[in-house]
T-cell receptor
Framework: AQKITQTQPGMFVQEKEAVTLDCTYD???????LFWYKQPSSGEMIFLIY??????QNATEGRYSLNFQKARKSANLVISASQLGDSAMYFC??????????FGTGTRLQVFP | GAGVSQTPSNKVTEKGKYVELRCDPI?????LYWYRQSLGQGPEFLIY????????DSGLPNDRFFAVRPEGSVSTLKIQRTERGDSAVYLC????????????FGQGTRLTVV
């Protein structure tokens, strides 16, 4: 079965600090993609970062980096130098051969001053 | 348009009624997806179009749900005999190809069945 697990329903971080949001996945397909999306209270899903299963290096996009540990089937999102505007829901998602995205239940991140 | 557009943004309907939700993808995007997001949950896949055809409709919960994309651009999600359990945010996304690229999401349609 294909599944994404996010075990942290909520996380708090102080502004300017780094935070790690956990994601583990399960698939028997050797080819897959892992995504992180941000969903602010306004509701839109904003793409943050992508990691392909065959990518040798961890993906980075500005303050976002993906800590990809294939053997452990984990794809944690690291946000460096947190900002108040980072407060939102964060979803980890996986795409396999069928092209649909399978989402986790999300983590609510709150950044405080 | 610049992004994925969904209309209406909010829809309140009575139990048993028929509703249509519209998605206008980014111009040129061949792949289009519908997801449903219930309160406190992640989006749940419903159906995926590649061009005009439904490449994967395995997520449609039952035969009350149907979606079309007749000209390969705009898509309509149709729900017959709505039930209170259908209340959710319906999200549409499009991408330039089916795999390996990010999907861009619309802001969703919040459906409330009373």
């Amino acid at each position: 079965a294909q599944k994404i697990t996010q075990t942290q329903p909520g996380m708090f971080v102080q502004e300017k600090e780094a935070v790690t949001l956990d994601c583990t996945y399960d698939t028997s397909d050797p080819s897959y993609g892992l995504f992180w999306y941000k969903q602010p209270s306004s509701g839109e899903m904003i793409f943050l970062i992508y990691q392909g299963s065959y990518d040798q290096q961890n993906a980075t996009e500005g303050r976002y980096s993906l800590n990809f540990q294939k053997a452990r089937k984990s794809a944690n999102l690291v946000i460096s130098a947190s900002q108040l505007g980072d407060s939102a829901m964060y979803f980890c998602a996986m795409r396999v051969y069928t092209d649909k995205l399978i989402f986790g239940t999300g983590t609510r991140l709150q950044v405080f001053p | 348009g610049a992004g994925v557009s969904q209309t209406p943004s909010n829809k309140v309907t009575e139990k048993g009624k028929y509703v249509e939700l519209r998605c206008d993808p980014i111009s040129g995007h061949t792949a289009l997806y519908w997801y449903r997001q219930s309160l406190g949950q992640g989006p749940e896949f419903l159906i995926y179009f590649q061009g005009t055809g439904a490449a994967d409709d395995s997520g449609l919960p039952n035969d009350r749900f149907f979606a079309v994309r007749p000209e390969g651009s705009v898509s309509t999600l149709k729900i017959q005999r709505t039930e209170r359990g259908d209340s959710a945010v319906y999200l549409c996304a499009s991408s330039s190809s089916g795999s390996g690229t990010e999907a861009f999401f619309g802001q969703g349609t919040r459906l409330t069945v009373v």
